[in-house]
């Protein structure tokens, strides 16, 4: 499971694996990477009368080998602090072996950052097999180079996963907390491509106009800041670029069987 951190020292967001999330609501922190170092990171900062998250997901299942701890848990582990006096409130949701690993988790408790080395912590990746991920400038030119710079591609379909919905008993879930936009586009230059882009912050759709040719000249893709921006065309200015453009936490994409090798659904 990945987050997007903001790093208040440098002023700008790097991605990490998520390791445990302690304690819920204003007092909730982050257990995550940096630099080979881990520390507890407050998902909250506070501005004024309001707190803003400076913590956010990319990827929204948490792992299935997760347990969770609540206060009356936790007992026996004195340097622990708990933050709401009730025993039912969770304090600790992560990797059976972080709560495990005493040691590192009283130091990072302390406000250490403590090298992977120095703890029992496997290395973890959440990311999948079978995709390619953008990461880096560089590796968002790979991809423009291998698809030619989307010349002359054409946007088959588009679907956006909200989180929102309605639970089985009937209640409404509220809340926006997947984000995933996909993408696939045909070309005769390459194979066709699915883009899949996580922690979406905003898409906008221009379609071609019905009397238009509807394939791209070039697209345009960006990496910063720990996040990503994609364009269907040349784009100096992205607040005021008038065509199809999207920016997420994430990007990742693989090539795709040619069309007449995928199955036709009747």
């Not at 302690?22 to 257990?31: A, D, K, M, P, R």
């Not at 900062?45 to 956010?56: F, L, P, T, V, W």
């Not at 973890?124 to 990461?135: A, D, K, M, R």
């Not at 993408?183 to 106009?209: C, I, K, N, T, Y």
């Amino acid at each position: 499971m990945r987050v997007r951190v903001y790093d208040e020292m440098s002023r700008t967001y790097f991605h990490s694996e998520l390791y445990a999330v302690l304690y819920s609501g204003i007092f909730e922190q982050y257990l995550i990477m940096q630099k080979d170092r881990l520390l507890l990171a407050d998902k909250w900062r506070r501005e004024g009368n309001s707190y803003d998250s400076q913590i956010h997901l990319i990827d929204t299942d948490f792992p299935e080998n997760w347990i969770a701890l609540t206060n009356g848990n936790i007992s026996n582990f004195p340097d622990f602090p708990k933050r709401l006096p009730e025993d039912k409130w969770t304090a600790f949701r992560g990797f059976p072996w972080v709560w495990e690993d005493k040691d590192a988790l009283r130091r990072m408790l302390s406000g250490e950052a403590v090298p992977l080395s120095e703890t029992v912590f496997p290395p973890v990746s959440s990311l999948l097999p079978g995709w390619s991920y953008v990461l880096s400038q560089e590796e968002a030119e790979t991809l423009l180079q291998r698809y030619h710079d989307f010349h002359d591609s054409v946007l088959v379909d588009l679907r956006y996963t909200s989180g929102s919905k309605q639970l089985p008993d009937g209640s409404m879930l509220v809340a926006d907390y997947v984000r995933q936009v996909t993408m696939h586009f045909h070309s005769d230059w390459a194979p066709p491509l699915e883009m899949v882009f996580e922690g979406v912050e905003g898409l906008d759709l221009r379609p071609a106009d019905e009397d238009c040719f509807s394939c791209l000249q070039e697209a345009a893709l960006r990496f910063r800041d720990g996040a990503v921006f994609f364009c269907d065309g040349f784009c100096e200015d992205e607040a005021s670029y008038p065509g199809t453009k999207i920016s997420a936490y994430s990007l990742r994409w693989r090539f795709l069987p040619p069309v007449k090798q995928q199955p036709t659904s009747k």
